[in-house]
């Protein structure tokens, strides 16, 4: 207790939290390998970079993205889909760090999700005030697969909700090195990200980078 006080209540790590049947919190994974994420994210964001996409409604979402893999997800005018070619360059995505693959299989057998095969990583870049809306996750073609989802930066809070969109989220904190791992049961649950707090990040900066691993083809 002494020393959740001081660290602001932050669980340990190597704590887990069971957000919901399927949906596990790891707390603090990522943290002993974050220099050389960092570093796969500066390979990654030089040959993808990092851009803001327009829905197919014609807003321009607040949060930067990018991919990584043999597939990418790109919003446009004319949907959300998967692609294997970056539209901005027009060459494949980069490929995946194999840190962070080592990473998301790492996450997902300790989720107790065997055989997780990604082939597609987001690359979310949050700066204050940006925020995800309340979405599903439907684009994959695969639901039997988990995500898994490093925070890295910032903390945020993560808006977790059930498959129906009414009913009302759960709020959990997700600080620098926090994984969480989501399938089975709560593959479609609702989720988002609260607008982005200011703050000053040792490693990161201003900034909030979120990878999401799928299995999207
Ligand atoms: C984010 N994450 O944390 C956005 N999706 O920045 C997601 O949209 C997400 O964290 C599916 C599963 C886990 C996630
Ligand atoms: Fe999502």
Redesign the pocket.
Known sequence: MTAELFEDMAPEKGAQTVMAPGAMLLHGLARAVDAALLRGLEDVIASATLRHLTTPGGYTMS?AMSNCGPLGWVSDRSGYRYEALDPLSVRPWPVIPPCWMDLAVEAAVQAGYQRFQPDACLV?M?EPGAK?SL?Q?KDEKDFSAP?V?V?LGLP?T?LFGTGSRSDKPQRHR?VHGDV?V?GGPARLAY???APLADGEHPLLGRR?I?L?FRRAG
């Open positions: 949060v979310n949050y995800l979405h996750d995500i989802s925070s945020a993560f997700l969480v989501w989720h988002g990200v909030r979120n999401t």
